[in-house]
């Protein structure tokens, strides 16, 4: 078995897929059971056209006979002990309804249209299923957020590959340079630099040592650490995933609720005045019970007439779809509440860095503690590139793309050494050179000098920039760096704002300078800055209270806000626990470019809910009072009545379309 394979079988069980995805079956077997229930329908329809066909031929009718008795086995066995268990359990549905109509045309000789109702009525039903597994397996398919395996350490100091669900509270696991922590932990050896962009929105190095905790996602860029496991793989993203499509399938529209709740006292009133109609019409209107103008077949008419199929299936097939095609674009919804609120919202609030921002650094200059030529400012850069190539974070790529087409000399460097978690070293020119965090450097230098060294990169910080220092002998370099707009992120507010007439606002702990420049780009006109997090929360918990409010943030600082807001959405990509606690939407790709799309979506979903209610309530209205008084035969209502279910299916199915 492959290390994959436990991993396919977990997901199997524990998000309830379809039988064609068990990993029992081979490729071969697995693509015959797909949409089982589909074929089942559709060979149905085949034989119960081929009995139609054949009755017409006095010879042929044996065999249009046994045709129409596959029928019935295939569309009409499932649904009747379907209903047989629903009745043991004193249960009157829908389902009930339709099973009583099919197997009751049989009796007075319409074993046709109880045919074409069993057909169609399983159709409808293998749609829905369809759409269910689809958005089940959407969401397994997304891209793996977490590893499912980590290299234990033993007691004797052996290492140990185990998958993350063997691993209990306690135990050791060594993460390497270049990987992704698998599970949250303590630090107990080594120091290293960890990228935390999906807990603090700040895509800078942050350094970790013995005590500190370390969140499961986190990027492990230098040094090897030894972590101690403090949390186990059953709070891990995917486990986090999987309650959320329990939750969107729970979490029923207040109609759907209530519609839910009407099916069975619907279901039973219908069976009753069916009942009713066949014993009283002979007695009132002087008509026999059988035959073609009889009360019985008039009743049975009229059951299937008013069977409320179509207005069951209306509504939560709409959401399933909409549930389903965010899934695809790695978006996961809390229900289709969710759906349902965000249609409501008239604002939309963003925080600024991660979200707004790509969390990507952009070095924007390059300064010296004292005054510097240009011809210094190159030399400095092409001394920071020939040490920062052999590193891998953040600042290193931004220097690495900022130096690109400049002609910089190239420079030896000899003696190289990255210090984890604070930066590196080496020697240039019989040099030493250091670049790295501030702190790394302060602590190089006299007193005088790392003061004023202090004081210029606390007055940058303030500015909402990212510093980075470079040493050359006793000249000492200040690397400026900003965070920058996602490329497509301004068609997005400019879709929010014209499309869609909804007032957009900026909220970030950013000094003001910093945030003004992002309102400016992005054209918003209105931001808040220096926010602390009960900051933000007061203002998110204001919008709230005065109009519909959707807010987008990225990690820990925005969860109050996140859970306060009307709609928090929230990003996800490499597992942030608390965005996905408080939000009601999680961007698993950090896609906030799709917004508007998702806000289209949820609009587009509330106009297929009602254009599918408007259908479901004609087709019963216009099929059942004319079934009831005979001008509408057997034949006809099953087709009107089961027409309309695949209607609204279809209709609902046009979610789909990106």
């Known amino acids: 078995m492959t290390q994959s394979q436990p991993a396919r079988f977990e997901q199997f069980f524990e998000l309830g897929q379809q039988e064609a995805a068990s990993p029992f079956l081979t490729p071969e077997s697995r693509s015959w059971g797909v949409n089982l229930n589909l074929k089942s329908s559709i060979l149905s329809a085949v034989l119960l056209l081929t009995s139609f066909i054949l009755s017409w031929y006095p010879a042929l009718v044996p065999i249009s006979n046994l045709a129409l008795v596959a029928v019935y086995f295939l569309s009409g066995i499932p649904s009747l002990i379907e209903s047989v ?10 389902d009930t309804l339709m099973t009583l109509a099919a197997f009751s045309s049989v009796l007075i000789g319409s074993g046709i249209e109880g045919g074409l109702l069993l057909v169609l009525f399983s159709i409808s039903h293998s749609m829905e299923d369809a759409v269910r597994s689809k958005a089940k397996s959407a969401i397994s398919s997304l891209h793996k957020l977490s590893p499912t395996r980590a290299t234990v350490v033993e007691s004797d100091g052996t290492l140990v590959e185990r998958s993350i669900k063997e691993i209990t509270l306690n135990t050791h696991v060594l993460v390497k340079s270049g990987q992704v922590v698998p599970l949250d932990g303590t630090v107990i050896d080594g120091v290293s630099s960890v990228n935390l962009v999906h807990l603090t929105g700040e895509n800078f190095p942050v350094t970790k040592e013995p005590g500190d905790e370390v969140a499961a996602g986190a990027r492990n860029l230098e040094g090897a650490l030894t972590l101690n496991v403090t949390r186990t793989s059953t709070d891990s993203t995917l486990a986090r995933i999987i309650q959320l499509v329990t939750q969107a399938q729970e ?9 839910d ?19 009283t019409f002979p007695l009132v209107f002087g008509m026999p019970y059988f035959g073609m103008d009889g009360s019985v077949y008039r009743s049975l008419a009229f059951l299937i007439a008013a069977s409320p199929c179509a207005l069951i299936i209306a509504i939560p097939i709409a959401y399933l779809s909409a549930i389903s095609v965010c899934a695809k674009s790695g978006i996961v919804l809390k229900g289709g509440v969710t759906l349902d609120a965000l249609a409501k919202c008239t604002a939309f609030a963003f925080d600024k860095t991660g979200t707004l921002t790509t969390g990507d650094l952009t070095c924007i200059g390059i300064e010296g503690l004292e005054p510097v030529s240009e011809v210094d400012q190159k030399h400095a850069l092409a001394i920071a590139y020939a040490m920062e190539r052999n590193a891998i974070h953040p600042v290193a790529e931004a220097i690495l793309k900022h130096s690109e087409g400049k002609d910089l000399q190239k420079i030896a460097l000899k003696d190289f050494k990255a210090v984890p978690g604070y930066g590196l070293q080496g020697t240039i020119e019989s040099q030493e050179c250091y670049i790295g965090l501030p702190e790394y450097i302060i602590d190089k230098l006299e007193q005088a000098k790392a003061e004023r060294l202090q004081e210029k990169v606390s007055q940058i910080r303030k500015e909402g920039e990212l510093v980075a220092v470079l040493l050359v002998g006793e000249t000492v370099y200040v690397f400026r760096f900003v965070d920058t707009p996602r490329p497509k992120i301004r068609r997005t507010i400019d879709a929010l704002k014209k499309k869609w007439n909804l007032a957009i606002v900026m909220l970030t702990g950013d000094h003001e300078e ?24 007061e203002y ?25 807001a009307t709609v928090g959405i929230g990003m996800g990509k490499v597992g942030t626990t608390a965005a996905i606690d408080a939000s009601d939407i999680i961007l ?13 979506k949820a609009i587009q979903t509330q106009n297929i809910v009602r254009q599918n209610l408007i259908i479901a309530t004609g087709a019963i209205l216009f099929a059942s009072l004319p079934a009831l008084t005979g001008l509408v035969p057997l034949w006809l209502a099953v087709i009107m009545h089961e027409g309309g279910t ?10 789909f379309r990106k």
């Open 85 to 94: 268990e629903d009745l043991m359990n004193l249960e009157v549905n829908i």
């Open 251 to 259: 979490a029923r529209p207040k109609l759907q609720r209530w519609f």
């Open 261 to 279: 709740s009407l099916s069975q006292t619907y279901a039973t009133s219908i069976i009753f005045l069916a009942f009713f109609f066949a014993m």
């Open 514 to 537: 910093s945030a003004r420049r992002i309102a400016n780009e992005l054209g918003i006109n209105t931001y808040r800055s220096n926010l602390r997090p009960e900051d933000k929360l």
């Open 540 to 564: 998110v918990s204001k919008l709230a209270e005065e109009r519909g409010l959707a807010m987008v943030g990225d990690g820990i600082n925005d969860a109050p806000a996140l859970a306060r």
């Open 588 to 600: 698993l790709h950090d896609n906030v470019e799709i917004i508007d799309w998702l806000f289209g």
């Open 646 to 655: 695949v209607l609204v299916g279809l209709n609902a199915l046009r979610l």
